[in-house]
């Protein structure tokens, strides 16, 4: 059976990148998670926050991208953990900000994108063209108790729930 994965991502700029100079890129990283993938398996991600976007304190984050008015690509594959293939591109093209987040999107030769642009309306971005080489993923673990654990609880719920009415009934004399 395969479980659900969340993962941390954080990115910066490359200023290096001719085709990133000039454009409004600037120095820093964009943070966030993903949530509600399926290890060992492709699949989207149920929510993708941007928790933080350092080029501009007033941005309003965290913000989940999932919910913006355009969608256009949520792809991820994870196997044993790790993410292995990623392609996100939404746009919130209609709010005043003009907000957006490209995940490894092929848009300059072989390497995909990596962008983000929260508040600014896309005056301020974090971007670099390095693919899954310039960004970072980081799997949450989420401690989900096993099965035999749940039934060590029930049990134990039960043992307690049996010594009190016992107790109880002791305490009336009818016992």
């Not at 943070?31 to 941007?50: C, H, K, W, Y």
């Given at each position: 059976?395969?479980?659900?994965?969340?993962?941390?991502?954080?990115?910066?700029?490359?200023?290096?990148d001719?085709?990133?100079?000039?454009?409004?890129?600037?120095?820093?990283?964009?943070?966030?998670?993903?949530?509600?993938?399926?290890?060992?398996?492709?699949?989207?991600?149920?929510?993708?926050?941007?928790?933080?976007?350092?080029?501009?304190?007033?941005?309003?984050?965290?913000?989940?991208?999932?919910?913006?008015?355009?969608?256009?690509?949520?792809?991820?594959?994870?196997?044993?953990?790790?993410?292995?293939?990623?392609?996100f591109?939404?746009?919130?093209?209609?709010?005043?900000?003009?907000?957006r987040?490209?995940?490894?999107?092929?848009i300059?030769?072989?390497?995909g994108?990596?962008?983000?642009?929260?508040?600014?309306?896309?005056?301020?971005?974090?971007?670099?063209n390095?693919?899954?080489?310039?960004?970072?993923?980081?799997?949450?673990?989420?401690?989900?108790?096993?099965?035999?654990?749940?039934?060590?609880?029930?049990?134990?719920?039960?043992?307690?729930?049996?010594?009190?009415?016992?107790?109880?009934?002791?305490?009336?004399?009818?016992?």
């Amino acid at each position: 059976m395969a479980s659900a994965t969340d993962f941390i991502f954080t990115f910066g700029s490359d200023l290096t990148d001719p085709n990133v100079m000039g454009t409004g890129a600037v120095s820093g990283t964009v943070t966030g998670r993903i949530v509600g993938l399926t290890d060992n398996a492709t699949s989207s991600a149920q929510s993708v926050f941007i928790d933080s976007f350092s080029p501009n304190a007033g941005a309003s984050v965290p913000v989940d991208a999932r919910l913006w008015f355009s969608q256009f690509e949520n792809s991820f594959t994870v196997q044993n953990g790790v993410i292995t293939s990623a392609v996100f591109h939404a746009d919130n093209d209609f709010s005043a900000s003009l907000d957006r987040l490209y995940i490894n999107v092929p848009i300059y030769g072989a390497g995909g994108t990596n962008y983000a642009s929260v508040g600014s309306n896309n005056s301020t971005s974090v971007w670099n063209n390095q693919g899954l080489f310039g960004i970072t993923f980081t799997r949450i673990d989420t401690a989900v108790p096993e099965p035999a654990t749940w039934m060590m609880m029930l049990i134990g719920f039960g043992a307690i729930g049996f010594a009190a009415r016992r107790s109880r009934v002791r305490a009336l004399g009818l016992a």
